[in-house]
C-alpha cells in the first residue's frame, strides 16, 4: 500500500488509518442506522485526508489549519461514540475501544500541531483529563454540563422515537438535529481560536432551534404527544441557554 508519499511515515497518519479500519471492522455492529453513523464514517475518513495534506503544506499555518480540521474530526469521531452508545447503537465496550483509539491520536495531533520549524515533525504530548469526583474522561468535552445535556437530549429523542408514533420524516429530522448539537459541543470545544469556537457554538444552537422547530411540528400533528414534547423542550431550553452563556463568555475574552 505504501507508494512513497511522505505523509505515510509520519504516525499520527498510521494511527489516522488504523482508526478508519477499526470503523470498517466495527460498522456491522451498529443496529441501527441513524444519522451518527453517517458523521462517523464521514469524520473518520477526513481525518488521514487532512494528516496529508498538511504536510504536503510549505507554510506552517497552513499546516496547521488543515491539523485543526483532523483533530476537529477526531473529537467528532469521539461525540458520534457517544451518540451511538446512548442510543444503544454500539455497545460500551466497543465505544470505549474506539475512544481509546481516539485518545492517542489526539495527542499525537495536538502534538503534531506544536511541533516548529522548516520541515513539519512529530512529537508526542499527554492528553488526559479527569470527569467529577476523579474519574477519567476521554476528552475535554465530555466534562461540559451542556455537552452532557446534549447527550440527554439525544436519549430523550431516542425514547420517542422508540414510541412508535413519530413519522419516519419526523424521526429522521430530530435525530439529525440532536447529533448536531452534540457533534458542534464537541468539535467546538476543540477549537484553538475563540472565534472557531463561537463558530461551533452557534450550529449547535442552531440545531437546537431546529429540533425545537421539529418537535412543535409533531406536537400539531399528533396532538397527544403535546405533552410528551414539552419534556423535550425543557431540555433544548436549558441547552440553548448554556450556549449562549458560553458564547458570550468567548466574546468577552
Known amino acids: 500500500m505504501r507508494s512513497g508519499f511522505d505523509h505515510e511515515d509520519l504516525r499520527v497518519y498510521q494511527a489516522a488509518i488504523e482508526f478508519v479500519a477499526w470503523h470498517g471492522e466495527v460498522a456491522p455492529e451498529i443496529t441501527s442506522k441513524v444519522s451518527a453513523c453517517d458523521h462517523l464514517g464521514r469524520a473518520s475518513a477526513g481525518v488521514p485526508v487532512n494528516i496529508a495534506q498538511a504536510s504536503g503544506k510549505r507554510s506552517m499555518s497552513e499546516c496547521r489549519q488543515f491539523i485543526d480540521t483532523a483533530y476537529g474530526s477526531s473529537l467528532e469521531c469521539a461525540a458520534c461514540l457517544d451518540v451511538l452508545c446512548i442510543l444503544g447503537c454500539l455497545q460500551a465496550a466497543t465505544v470505549h475501544a474506539g475512544k481509546a483509539r481516539l485518545s492517542t491520536l489526539v495527542s499525537m495531533l495536538i502534538g503534531f500541531r506544536k511541533s516548529t520549524g522548516s520541515e513539519v515533525h512529530e512529537e508526542r504530548v499527554a492528553y488526559v483529563t479527569a470527569g467529577h469526583e476523579g474519574t477519567q474522561v476521554w476528552f475535554d468535552h465530555e466534562r461540559l454540563d451542556v455537552y452532557r445535556k446534549a447527550l440527554e437530549f439525544v436519549a430523550w429523542c431516542g425514547r420517542l422515537r422508540n414510541d412508535g408514533e413519530m413519522p419516519c420524516s419526523t424521526v429522521t429530522a430530530l435525530d439529525r438535529a440532536s447529533t448536531g448539537v452534540a457533534l458542534n459541543i464537541a468539535e467546538g470545544n476543540g477549537k484553538f481560536s475563540a472565534k472557531d469556537r463561537c463558530r461551533f457554538i452557534g450550529h449547535a444552537r442552531t440545531a437546537a432551534l431546529q429540533a425545537a422547530a ?38 468577552e475574552e
Open 214 to 251: 421539529t418537535l412543535d411540528v409533531h406536537a400539531v400533528q399528533q396532538t397527544k404527544s403535546k405533552q410528551a414534547v414539552v419534556a423535550g423542550k425543557k431540555h433544548l431550553a436549558d441547552i440553548v441557554r448554556m450556549l449562549v452563556a458560553w458564547g458570550r463568555s468567548l466574546e
